[in-house]
């Protein structure tokens, strides 16, 4: 899943809560901590992408390790529910 749109969106709705609190309130806290908020997500997404190449593509210095590994994540997945929802919560975009 390409993540770029989901993180912009999600860096717009941080600078927008940051903006109004501004205006609103005269409050610099949402201003303050735009960058950290941002970055957190932007780096789950990434650690997000990063886990599901690794887990769907084969690389060619893959050792037979790596590959028993990954073939092993793939059914851990196919067969745990939990997995499947956490797959699936990050692969939709996670909450703001």
Do not use: C
Request: proline share 2%; charged share 25%.
């Amino acid at each position: 899943g390409a993540k770029g749109l989901n993180t912009a969106a999600s860096d717009v709705h941080y600078l927008f809560e940051g903006l109004r609190q501004f205006y609103e309130n005269n409050s610099t806290e949402g201003i303050d901590s735009y960058s950290h908020k941002a970055l957190a997500r932007v780096w789950k997404a990434e650690r997000f992408s990063w886990w599901f190449s690794s887990l769907l593509h084969r690389y060619p210095d893959q050792s037979d390790f790596d590959l028993k590994m990954q073939h092993a994540e793939i059914d851990f997945l196919r067969g745990n529910e939990a997995a499947q929802k956490a797959m699936a919560e990050n692969y939709v975009g996670l909450p703001y």
